[in-house]
């Protein structure tokens, strides 16, 4: 099931990026031990509940404790985190955002390599298709 279009907010979305982090599962005292000026336990528990309420995360009981899982597969929420980066930060240009990468990173020549490599097998499918 896909959570619903809701926005979240700064911390919610920290906590996700935690989740993620974590192998997808963590409890509430796990992810405040990962959070940045963590907030209290009770604070992290409540904004659990209210990310659950929101569909992005359900719960699971694993003895006195609840774990948390995200909703959407990691793939898919850095899909969507990706297309609105390029949106918001490049105006909807792929090759703009992918040459930025290029050029502030430092690549070494095995992941330039592995970029090319890359390249092409998406030009082969293309072709093929």
């Keep these: 099931m896909a959570p619903p279009h809701e926005k979240l907010s700064r911390r919610e ?17 796990e992810i405040r031990g990962r959070l940045h000026d963590a907030p209290s336990y009770s604070a992290v528990r409540a904004m659990l509940v209210k990310l659950e309420a929101k569909g992005f995360v359900r719960h699971r009981e694993e003895g006195l404790r609840y774990v948390y899982v995200p909703t959407t597969s990691r793939a898919t929420a850095q899909r969507k985190a990706l297309q609105k980066i390029v949106s918001v930060f490049f105006g909807g240009s792929k090759s703009e955002t992918v040459t930025a990468l290029l050029k502030q990173e430092n690549w070494t020549d095995e992941e330039i390599d592995a970029l090319r490599a890359e390249i092409d097998r998406v030009r082969k499918n293309r072709r093929q298709s």
């Design 13 to 29: 979305r920290e906590i996700m990026d935690v989740l993620f982090a974590l192998g997808n599962h963590g409890s509430a005292e």
